[in-house]
């Protein structure tokens, strides 16, 4: 008897089964299928099987929303600066936002044998609180803050604040806001937080209406703000991020709104195409290729057993204001 009989029997993947004996995600049905079969036939996996397990491999796995992100792109930069010489692979794994596959890699990862996991984290469902409880081998999480874990992450809400009151300060009477979902602790909930911060101090309370979501990508910050153009025209728009706020500019210069007069946007992000649009995009810089080299750093120490206890960085950010916001044009580079 063996892995492939069991998974036969039980009507499942090879992979599931591995997972049922190394304490991984599975749901409910699959558990109770599998666990029926070995009641059954007694089956046990070898000892010299876990025993391989444990032995090192010299490999990190890198598990990243993804891989066309330039957000992502500078963090696993400074991961691998930060490796150079150290003698290890890193091992990518790309989930295209989907939380599901977040879980499916951090689980495969937990089971190859790698010694050490960088997770570039988005939301945190029970299938991750429940894989991240499992794994064996050092985790460090990046650009989320979670509590018990390693973590490097931005300081969003204070971006977000910032940016919201330049948009105030240049002259705005009342910010709109276009973010993504408040399950991304990070990028939804901290920069939602920091733009509600930033109305209070103005003495401007905050409006359903006012607050839009998108998701991340500059095609559906250009719907939203089309569809919210046919109805209203804003005087200041702060997007979650430069992709989203790409896709508002392309908007509203189609709407006939001059970008930086008759309507204020900022992002965050800094990216290389917010800098080179046809007006430059005011945006809060964020210390990606950092947060990177600090995991990495993290990591490695962790592997290394040097310090103990859980440690959490948390970078700040630098507003970078050009044109969209009525400010001088920045050099491109």
Not at 50 to 69: A, D, F
């Amino acid at each position: 008897m063996n892995i492939t009989e069991i998974a036969k029997l039980a009507g499942v993947s090879k992979t599931a089964v591995s997972r049922y004996f190394n304490n991984g995600y599975l749901s409910a049905e699959k558990k109770a299928a599998i666990a029926e079969v070995v009641a059954r036939t007694g089956y046990a996996p070898s000892e010299q099987a876990r025993t391989l397990r444990v032995q090192r491999t010299r490999q990190i796995g890198v598990v990243m929303p993804r891989l066309s992100s330039e957000s992502t792109a500078r963090v696993v930069d400074g991961i691998t600066l930060s490796l150079a010489g150290e003698g290890y692979q890193l091992l990518l794994a790309n989930t295209a936002n989907d939380p599901d596959k977040e879980v499916e890699y951090l689980d495969t990862f937990r089971n190859s044998g790698v010694d050490g996991v960088i997770f570039l984290g988005s939301i945190f469902t029970a299938a991750h609180k429940s894989v991240l409880k499992s794994m064996h081998m050092p985790v460090v999480i990046v650009a989320q803050q979670y509590d018990g874990y390693n973590c490097v992450y931005h300081d969003d809400r204070g971006a977000a604040r910032a940016m919201t009151e330049l948009l105030i300060r240049r002259g705005s009477s009342r910010p709109l806001y276009i973010g993504v979902t408040a399950q991304d602790r990070a990028a939804g909930y901290a920069r939602h937080e920091g733009y509600l911060a930033a109305l209070k101090a103005a003495g401007l309370p905050p409006r359903a209406e006012d607050m839009l979501l998108s998701d991340f990508t500059m095609e559906s910050g250009y719907r939203i703000a089309r569809q919210l153009l046919e109805k209203r025209r804003p005087d200041g728009i702060f997007c979650a991020t430069d992709a989203i706020a790409i896709g508002v500019m392309q908007a509203c210069r189609e709407a006939g709104l001059a970008v930086g007069q008759d309507v204020l946007v900022a992002g965050i992000g800094d990216s290389a195409l917010g800098r080179v649009t046809a007006v430059p995009l005011t945006s809060a810089h964020l210390h990606y290729k950092t947060s990177g080299q600090e995991a990495a750093q993290m990591l490695l120490r962790l592997m290394h057993r040097q310090g103990a206890g859980v440690r959490c960085l948390q970078l700040g950010y630098e507003v970078m204001e050009r044109a969209s916001t009525g400010g001088e044009a920045a050099p491109t580079m």
